[in-house]
């Protein structure tokens, strides 16, 4: 009996071993091919990339999934984390700061700008919680160790080797968020490849600029079906689902809403 409970338990390790999501090896040569594939970096990149000693497990990037407040709380204990005095008065400071630039964006892509406000407060409250994770590791994480993440995550490890060569950035140097977002509107990889733009014409699609930034978010928004020149901002609108299109949580979605609707109250009492 112990011989064969033995050999059942070297069966079972050599098969994680040789399929299982912990090959770390598998997940740098699908990443490898996959960059390659999209012809955007040069082979001698994303080989030095993927062999640098500061691509890491971040066991920190797991535990976090698993406590996804939009998946253990409820909406009203999720909404309290977001649309609290702090960011309501914050997302009513910014709105001032930023009018002149919120009124353009809103007048090209015509979307509500308080809108924006309320994205980029829930995502980084403003621009001031952008980092505390590398990115490339908490994609690189996904792709290794949580198996229902690692496709997805091997694809935006590509894109984000993409970006960076073309724009000679050290991949190790972008911080971001635990799932693999980053700047101040906490685009993913491919979104930001895809969906971000050069709203001030300077050349360069910054995550750091907050006139790329804001108008980057507009695009996205009116790409993923917002409706222009809509204030039905009702649960299941089409201004709902195009924010829902950000983080696919009704949960958020209903919390944007909610912040921006505050953020106008705010606006409005303080005139």
């Known amino acids: 009996m112990k011989i064969t409970y033995i050999v059942k338990l070297i069966i079972i390790f050599y098969t994680a071993h040789l399929f299982g999501?912990?090959?770390?090896?598998?997940?740098?040569?699908?990443?490898?091919?996959?960059?390659?594939?999209?012809?955007?970096?040069?082979i001698a990149f994303i080989e030095k990339s993927l062999k640098d000693n500061r691509l890491l497990i971040n066991n920190e990037v797991i535990k976090r999934f698993k406590e996804k407040p939009e998946?253990?709380?409820?909406?009203?204990?999720?909404?309290?984390?977001?649309?609290?005095?702090?960011?309501?008065?914050?997302?009513?400071?910014?709105?001032e700061k930023n009018k002149k630039l919120l009124s353009e964006i809103s007048k090209e892509f015509s979307i509500d700008p308080i809108v924006l406000v309320a994205i980029v407060g829930v995502e980084t409250n403003y621009g001031s919680k952008t980092s505390g994770f590398t990115v490339i590791n908490s994609l690189y994480t996904q792709a290794a160790k949580m198996p229902k993440r690692s496709k997805w995550a091997v694809k935006e490890i590509a894109e984000l080797l993409s970006?960076?060569?073309?724009?000679?950035?050290?991949?190790?140097?972008i911080e971001g968020s635990y799932a693999g977002a980053f700047g101040y509107g906490q685009f993913i990889p491919s979104s930001f490849n895809r969906l971000?733009?050069?709203?001030?014409?300077?050349?360069?699609?910054?995550?750091?600029?907050?006139?790329d930034v804001l108008g980057s978010v507009a695009y996205y928004l009116v790409e993923n079906g917002y409706p222009k020149n809509s204030f039905n901002f009702s649960y299941k609108s089409g201004i709902w689902h195009a924010i829902r299109t950000y983080n696919r949580s009704d949960k958020y979605a209903n919390a944007i809403i909610d912040l921006r609707n505050e953020i106008s109250r705010e606006i409005f009492l303080s005139h």
């Not at 971000?196 to 006139?211: A, H, T, V």
């Open 21 to 42: 999501f912990d090959d770390q090896q598998k997940v740098l040569d699908k990443v490898k091919a996959q960059t390659q594939k999209a012809g955007k970096a040069e």
């Open 71 to 95: 998946k253990i709380k409820t909406y009203e204990q999720y909404k309290k984390i977001f649309v609290n005095k702090e960011r309501i008065e914050g997302g009513a400071k910014f709105f």
């Open 196 to 211: 971000s733009i050069d709203y001030n014409k300077d050349g360069e699609k910054n995550p750091y600029d907050w006139e």
């Open 163 to 173: 970006f960076c060569y073309q724009n000679n950035i050290d991949p190790y140097s």
